[in-house]
């Protein structure tokens, strides 16, 4: 049981540059997320999947677009990198417990936009 | 949106002492988790509390859901050099799935 997954854990990008963070979780959850953390600002969240087939915007969706490809997978993707967008990106996933959500956690990537 | 204010923000303390930290909402919520987050890893869920005056334990972890509904604490007791780390609180609200998370508190524990 791997939990949740991500691909890549490093990668350095040039401004304008395009790429997707993929992630998967095993634990047949239904709800997926995609965070950023940057120092000293916490984990914002980014877009959210409540259940296979939605996504919605998170706190700060601006410069990113999601794909929940099936209920597995949730790929995150930068059309046109900016430096602002350096930062720690991880994808969670959850489950429902009857009174709330607890959210798992990948282990994260690393991406620096030069 | 909500906002949730994490205090101390970092902590540097001895082997052996007890912790506390705390979070506190404008709003209420039905929901409060605590995660600890090594370096280069990803948060992992520690406690979930569920209802108001709520009292759990995970080993020397303790953490309180506070009557209000608009405030959480945690105690590590006897502390220990892996408890360094951050740790976060979040806060779910009384609809929906989203989490808002604090800033989180920076242990460091010396030997």
């Known amino acids: 049981n791997a939990g949740v997954t991500q691909t890549p854990k490093f990668q350095v990008l040039k401004t304008g540059q395009s790429m997707t963070l993929q992630c998967a979780q095993d634990?047949?959850?239904?709800?997926m997320y995609w965070y950023r953390q940057d120092p000293g600002m916490g984990l914002r969240l980014i877009y959210y999947?409540?259940?296979?087939?939605?996504?919605d915007k998170g706190e700060v969706p601006n410069g990113y677009n999601v794909s929940r490809l099936n209920k597995r997978e949730f790929s995150l993707r930068l059309e046109s990198a900016a430096p602002s967008q350096t930062s720690v990106y991880f994808c969670?996933?959850?489950?429902?417990?009857?009174?709330?959500?607890?959210?798992?956690f990948g282990p994260g990537t690393r991406l620096t936009v030069t | 949106g909500q906002q949730l204010n994490q205090s101390p923000q970092s902590m540097f303390i001895q082997e052996g002492e007890d912790v506390s930290m705390n979070c506190t909402s404008s709003?209420?919520?039905?929901?409060w988790l605590w995660y600890k987050q090594e370096p280069g890893e990803g948060p992992v869920l520690l406690i979930a509390?569920?209802?108001?005056?709520e009292l759990t334990s995970n080993g020397r972890l303790t953490a309180q859901f506070g009557i209000t509904r608009k405030d959480s604490f945690l105690n590590i007791s006897a502390s220990i050099p892996s408890d360094v780390g951050i740790y976060f609180c979040?806060?779910?609200?009384?609809?929906?799935?989203?989490?808002?998370f604090g800033e989180g508190t920076q242990l460091t524990v010396n030997p």
């Open positions: 969670a996933s959850s489950i429902y417990r009857g009174l709330s959500y607890e959210q798992y």
């Open positions: 634990m047949n959850h239904n709800s």
């Open positions: 999947s409540a259940s296979e087939g939605t996504t």
């Open positions: 709003s209420i919520f039905n929901t």
């Open positions: 509390l569920y209802k108001a005056g």
């Open positions: 979040a806060g779910q609200e009384t609809s929906g799935s989203r989490l808002t």
